[in-house]
């Protein structure tokens, strides 16, 4: 007998969809605030939001380890607090960063999740959403293999269309927005090639949730 992580119940084994009672648990967001669809690498770097607060904004980010480079499992490293800083420089710099986000996509469209969504990641840093600070309390982080200078994969939209998908059936999510909107001059990510048109369309996010706009942030 298998038994469901999403809700407990126990079947025969092969009867599911992988280790779930069914396609529609396997591609929710689960009670403790975990997706299906990902592959669960738990950060020590998280804490609990504030209590009664809702989670209203997604936040997107890039990340790529070493910068520029893309693949290995450096990212991962890196939110687990076991970067190596004996490996390349730029680590050396970063290494006793204790920094997290909620989930990665892979440049194949792989996800990552690190964080349950019910808890805090440390993602945002300081932030300022239209005058309210510390945008972490409120927020999901969603990270993209990616960089400032490399047009984003298609694999990347479609995943990013299926978890965004999973998100509004489970929190409150209201709008969406890029790291650079609530810490500009200090951030420049999702950057120039996160098509914000694009992921409105794919994910059918209404205008008024993307409040800073359909543009892409130079």
């Known amino acids: 007998m298998a038994q469901c992580p999403h809700c407990g119940l126990r079947f025969p084994q ?14 929710s967001i689960d009670p403790k605030g975990w997706w299906g669809e990902a592959e669960w690498i738990k950060s020590p770097n998280y804490d609990a939001r504030p209590e009664g607060l809702p989670v209203e904004l997604v936040l997107m980010h890039h990340i790529s380890l070493p910068p520029g480079q893309f693949g290995g499992n450096h990212i991962a490293d890196f939110f687990q607090n076991q970067l190596d800083p004996k490996v390349h420089p730029y680590f050396a710099e970063i290494a006793d960063r204790q920094v997290s986000s909620h989930f990665l996509i892979r440049r194949d469209g792989h996800v990552q999740q690190f964080v349950s969504t019910l808890n805090r990641a440390w993602h945002a840093g300081v932030s300022d959403y239209f005058g309210r600070q510390r945008c972490n309390d409120f927020s999901i982080g969603i990270e993209l ?7 984003f994969g298609p694999a990347q939209y479609t995943a990013l269309k299926e978890l965004v998908a999973a ?16 810490a500009p001059g200090r951030k420049t990510d999702p950057g120039i090639h996160f098509e914000w ?3 409105a369309q794919d994910a ?6 993307l409040p800073y ?3 892409n942030r130079s």
């Open 167 to 182: 998100l509004q059936k489970f929190h409150p999510i209201s709008a969406y927005a890029g790291h650079s909107d609530v």
């Open 204 to 209: 059918n996010i209404p205008t008024r949730q």
């Open 213 to 215: 706009g359909l543009e």
């Open 145 to 151: 293999e990616g960089s400032d200078d490399v047009p």
């Open 197 to 199: 048109q694009r992921f």
């Open 14 to 27: 092969g009867e599911g969809v992988g280790a779930y009672c069914s396609r529609e648990h396997r591609s």
